[in-house]
Every structure is written in structure tokens, then in C-alpha cells.
């Protein structure tokens, strides 16, 4: 009997992704067997590694992993790069077969493969090495303690392989010039409308693509306005399904419904984003829209071609002519 294909995926059960753009919280970072955060005199009053280096500098720091389980657990350490992820932009971060080229390129721990007894943690030193030519700002990232079990998953013809990671947070910025930039892209309006006006709801749903241009971390806030005919405003609110942290060159795609969207109106919408406690940033961008009842449409433009093909067949007829007439003088 032949084996089934084994598929090994690295699932990274952290609070490293953080769902909806919610703000971390101050605890370390745990799956509830172990967990992962910066050395401290005491445990998780340092939950996050807040660092700043000079480029071409190093410093060294400690790690500590503690094993919750009843028996021992043996990890992979490594840094990682940090980055917003395509479903909703929050804080997720790069697996080890991936390419690392900030934070986690930098991270060098001392041991790259430790043994955990039950119930113990065990603390491992690291050297962050940032280059010369390291570009000023935030450069985040994780130090990550991959767990080195494979835990079977999945059922039919392909079975899967789980391995799960947790990783402490490094907030690193490089010094140097900061600079906060935010865009609005390509901005886009799916509408859902009744056929026959009143005959049903409409909405609409609002895709925009949300673009860090900078090198700093940001806190974006989002605001979504829809005017219509003569200026009326026809929506004005904030987003709330934005990330509360969008990393440096990052770019995530967003979408918002608008329940109660026109049924009948011409006009503009328009997103402005702002960066929360940044002075000068604020970028917009603006789609337009018509809204119509086609089928009402269709069926009026019908009847405007019924009527006047009537009418220009009645005015092909000579006055007084009864039909049938010139056939007749036609055929003696």
C-alpha cells in the first residue's frame, strides 16, 4: 500500500497575528504550552523588545522560553521579519524557510536549537548586528521558538504536518531620518441593487488598498464619506476594521459595505486616511458612482422606441391616405 504525500505546513499560533488591527497586548507572547518574551527581573514586565541602534552598531539581548507542558519540548530559534497580512492587515511573521532581510537578517541568538525540561524555561542570549547601510526606521520583527514536534493533520488523500511557533516582538528602529507616509489606492465600488427601485435593498461595498510609504510604523484612521447630487451627504464615518499598526512598506487591501447605498443618485465617495499622532499626514482617494435602476431604464428607453417608431410610420403616410391605397393605384 503506498504512503500518502505528506505536506508540512508551519502554522505560527502566536499572538504574533494579531486579528482586525487590534492593538498587542502587554503579556508575552503564549499558546498556552509555552511562551516567549525578553529576559527580565521580572517575568512579563518586559513583554516586547523595544530597541534602538545607530546603523553599523550591535547590542545583545536575552530571550527566555518556558515550557508549560508536563514533559520536555525542543524549539528552532531564529529572528524573523514582521509584515501585515493580505486577510486583514494584522502583525504576522516570516517563517524560517522564508528570505529575511531586516530584523530577523540581523538576529543571531547563540543557541539556534534548545531543550526545555517540564515545567522550566531556559534563557538564550542574542546578538542583533544592524549594517551600516541599514535604512533608518522601523524595522520590526520576532524572535521565534519553533516547536520541532510535527503533529499529524487532515484527512484524505494528502495527510498534513503541523508545526507551531511563538515569538517575542522586536520593535527595532534604526536612527536616522523618519519618514511618515500614507495612500490611498486604487479605491472601488462593487454595488447590489434591486432590479426595480423600492422592490428590495441595495449596497454597495468600498475596496481600497491602504499603503504605508514610509519607514515608520503607523496607526492609520480611516474615514469614508459618500456625497451625492448637490453636495448631500449620504454617508460620513469612521472605519473600524483598520490595523491599529501598519509596517513600513506595507500594503494591505481593505474593504467596507455600505448597507443602504442609493438607489437612484449620482456622485463621489471618498476614503481619508490620517496617521494617528502624526502631524501632515492625510492622503484621500475618491471614486465615483451612478446609481440607476437599469431595467426601469431599459424598459422607458423601450417605450420611447416603441412610441416614436409608431410615429414615424404614421408620418410615412400621406394625409388622407387611407393604407392600401397607392397599392392599389399602383396595380391598374
Known sequence: MRSKPYVLLLSLLSTLLVLLGAAPQASAAENGEWAVYPAAAKPGSRPYFYLSVDPGTSLTDRVTVTNKTAGPLTFRLYGADAYNTDRDGGFAIRTQQEKQTGAGAWITPERTRITVPAHSAVTVPYTLNVPADADPGDHPGALVALDERVSPSGNGSVAVGVQRAVGARVYLRVNGPTVPALAVEDVTLDQDRPLVPGLGDSSAVVSYTLHNLGNVTLDPKVVLRAEGLFGRTLLDR???????????????????????????????????????????????????????????????????????????????????????????????
Request: aromatic residues 8%.
Open 238 to 332: 469612521d472605519l473600524v476594521n483598520v490595523p491599529s499598526e501598519l509596517l513600513p512598506r506595507q500594503k494591505i487591501r481593505l474593504t467596507e459595505r455600505w448597507t443602504g447605498s442609493p438607489q437612484f443618485d449620482w456622485g463621489d465617495v471618498t476614503l481619508t486616511a490620517t496617521a494617528k499622532g502624526v502631524k501632515g499626514v492625510e492622503e484621500s482617494g475618491t471614486v465615483s458612482f451612478l446609481a440607476v435602476p437599469w431595467l426601469a431604464v431599459a424598459l422607458l428607453l423601450l417605450a420611447l422606441l416603441t412610441g416614436s417608431f409608431g410615429l414615424w410610420t404614421r408620418r410615412r403616410r400621406a394625409p388622407g391616405e387611407a393604407p392600401g391605397h397607392r397599392e392599389a393605384v399602383l396595380s391598374t
